[in-house]
Nanobody
């Protein structure tokens, strides 16, 4: 049974940092995972993913500020977010494709299983 649970969101001031966690079960530890976000009134946006070969991809809007990583022993993927901006405010979702591959993309249609999301609010 697939389960995906995000955590680590919160209220942070501009310039601050957060580490989001995505704990998953029902897949092998090296399964491809993607992080998405959705701000009010906007479409869901892919921000980063890590493939089964640990290749990583980032949206242009977050390159240099976001870092994705995994801990296979914990079946957990992390998203380190630095230099937070008010426009980073969104619900952040973790997702997994039904079949893991050695590459990953940032299209939401590529993912079959989704967590419930964790809220990130950047405000002074």
């Amino acid at each position: 049974q697939v389960q995906i649970v995000e955590s680590g969101g919160g209220l942070v001031q501009p310039g601050g940092s957060l580490r989001l966690s995505c704990a998953f079960s029902g897949f092998t530890s090296g399964h491809a995972i993607g992080w998405f976000r959705q701000a009010p009134g906007k479409e869901r946006e892919g921000v980063s993913c890590i493939s089964s070969s640990d290749d990583t991809t980032y949206a242009d809007s977050v390159k240099g500020r976001f870092t994705i990583s995994r801990d296979n022993a914990k079946n957990t993927v992390y998203l380190q977010i630095n230099s937070l901006k008010p426009e980073d405010t969104a619900v952040y979702y973790c997702a997994a494709p039904a079949w893991s591959t050695a590459f990953c993309g940032l299209g939401y249609y590529e993912y079959d299983y989704w967590g419930q999301g964790t809220q990130v609010t950047v405000s002074s």
